[in-house]
């Protein structure tokens, strides 16, 4: 079965600490993605990246970057981390299948809250 | 500015009714539009597409059309089931675009 892959379900970190979420995927996709879900704002696209290397700002990339060093690999990194980013965080892989348009699988989240 | 729009947050209906959830979007580009179904701590799972050359595509109990004129689409669950209960996001675009969600209630 194919799966996209975060490393933690949940994270508990102190303010100011530099943070990685890792997410890996084993489909091969070119592209992946990272969100954020919070109450009553819905999934907020962070960063996303369609090849190894190469990223793009989402809709709120503020406080926020990524790494792609490797196709199956996709890093979200808060560089000193705030209690305004306590959230739950979903990375997405997909790639195009045609007349059908672009499969999207989803991880299983992390809650990450910084205190 | 959030391109695509879910303006009811909730729903609640009863088992063996219709479920219909609402979704209207801005950008007449997006040329794909999907439904996807997240239960709390898990990530959404995948539930309908449609591609903006269709108005209608159907799988099992669960139906989307899509309104280019209105910009609009919905999702029918027919019949609903207590195990429907979740949280519904419409997604467009290549990047998704996702609106807020929908938390939908299915009373036995």
């Known amino acids: 079965d194919v799966k996209v892959t975060q490393s933690s379900r949940y994270l508990v970190k102190r303010t100011g600490e530099k943070v990685f979420l890792e997410c890996v995927q084993d489909m091969d996709h070119e592209n992946m993605f990272w969100y954020r879900q919070d109450p009553g704002l819905g999934l907020r696209l962070i960063y996303f990246s369609y090849d190894v290397k190469m990223k793009e700002k989402g809709d709120i990339p503020e406080g926020y970057s990524v790494s792609r060093e490797k196709k199956e690999r996709f890093s979200l990194i808060l560089e000193s981390a705030s209690t305004n980013q306590t959230s739950m965080y979903l990375c997405a892989s997909s790639s195009y299948r045609g007349p059908q348009g672009y499969g999207y699988t989803f991880g299983s989240g992390t809650r990450l809250t910084v205190v | 500015d959030q391109q695509v729009k879910q303006n009811s947050p909730s729903l609640s209906v009863q088992e063996g009714r219709i479920s219909i959830l609402n979704c209207d979007y801005t950008n007449s580009m997006f040329d794909y539009f999907l439904w996807y179904k997240k239960y709390p701590a898990e990530g959404p799972t995948f539930l309908i597409s449609?591609?903006?050359?269709?108005d209608k595509n159907e799988d099992g109990r669960f139906t989307v059309f899509l309104n280019k004129s209105a910009k609009h689409l919905s999702l029918h669950i027919v019949p609903s089931q207590p195990g429907d209960s979740a949280v519904y996001f419409c997604?467009?675009?290549?990047?998704?675009?996702f609106g807020k969600g929908t938390s939908l209630l299915v009373t036995p």
């Open positions: 997604a467009a675009g290549y990047a998704l675009n």
């Open positions: 449609i591609s903006s050359i269709k």
